[in-house]
């Protein structure tokens, strides 16, 4: 076990795990921030994707002793109020179905926007391609980037 003083959501946590803990799981075991899922645990669904210092990254596979300084934000840091424009054009598409995935989803889509406020359809199927959807809400999924470029 080590200590590890982690920034996550602009507050400051310390943990004692292993250094090859994978973030996900310090997040939902250890600091009881859920909000991120567990999907395949091979980074291969997106599921677990937070931001790390603005980049979309996968959670299952970055052990904590990686982090080092760099600011991890989560869902539930995107936004106090639930109110970040993602997470609005969500909302107005009606993108969730089963919602699991969703957590991943607007994480990758968010990063995306921070990076490329105007994405041209390309960009996002490019952003998104590792972020997979069981109940295929691909096409509301794009429609509500596209709305939200408009906000950012």
């Not at 982690?6 to 799981?25: A, E, F, G, K, Y």
């Not at 931001?51 to 869902?75: E, F, M, N, Q, Y």
């Not at 936004?79 to 997470?87: A, F, I, L, M, Y």
Request: glycine share 8%; proline share 3%; charged share 15%.
């Amino acid at each position: 076990m080590a200590q590890f003083t982690l920034n996550i959501n602009n507050n400051t946590h310390q943990v004692d795990v292993s250094p090859d803990t994978p973030l996900l799981w310090v997040l939902r075991d250890h600091i009881d921030l859920v909000g991120t899922k567990f999907g395949c645990g091979i980074g291969q669904c997106g599921a677990c994707t937070v931001h790390l210092d603005g980049t979309a990254t996968r959670s299952c596979l970055l052990p904590i002793s990686s982090i080092g300084d760099k600011s991890i934000t989560t869902i539930e840091g995107l936004s106090e109020n639930g109110d970040h424009p993602v997470q609005k054009a969500w909302i107005e598409h009606d993108v969730a179905q089963c919602g699991y995935c969703q957590s991943g989803q607007i994480m990758t889509a968010a990063s995306l926007l921070e990076r490329n406020a105007n994405p041209s359809d390309e960009d996002i199927a490019q952003a998104m391609n590792g972020n997979i959807c069981r109940c295929g809400t691909y096409t509301r999924i794009k429609a509500a980037i596209q709305t939200a470029s408009k906000e950012v």
